[in-house]
């Protein structure tokens, strides 16, 4: 079985920063690639950031120089962040963590509830 909690997310004004948090159990040797995905209402879901167990990243454009992603590997803990800085309206969205066997196939991975982040003006 294989879960992911996310954590971190809230309401922040428009200039302001957010970590977010996710925590994969399980099979975790499957996790070479783990991910955040966001998904505003009415738009496509959109992969924001994704880094490898090589810590090889990529980045939306749209994200890009604001946002890093991050993982612990150390101490059989297998957790990603996203810290989000300089946020904007246009961020707000629901964050989902993934994870998979690698960055092409995140969007088919598992997948964690989401968590908030909204970014008032």
């Known amino acids: 079985q294989v879960h992911l909690v996310e954590s971190g997310g809230g309401l922040v004004q428009a200039g302001g920063s957010l970590r977010l948090s996710c925590a994969a159990s399980?099979?975790?040797?499957?996790?070479?690639?783990m991910g955040w995905y966001r998904q505003a209402p009415g738009k496509q879901r959109e992969l924001v950031a994704a880094?490898?167990?090589?810590?090889?990243?990529?980045?939306a454009d749209s994200v890009k120089g604001r946002f890093t992603i991050s993982r612990d590997n150390a101490n059989a803990k297998n957790t990603v962040y996203l810290q989000m800085n300089s946020l904007k309206p246009e961020d707000t969205a629901v964050y989902y963590c993934?994870?998979?066997?690698?960055?092409?196939?995140?969007?088919?991975?598992?997948w964690g509830q989401g968590t908030q982040v909204t970014v008032s003006s």
């Open positions: 993934a994870a998979a066997a690698n960055i092409a196939t995140l969007g088919a991975g598992y």
């Open positions: 399980g099979s975790i040797f499957r996790f070479n690639a």
């Open positions: 880094i490898t167990s090589g810590s090889n990243t990529a980045y």
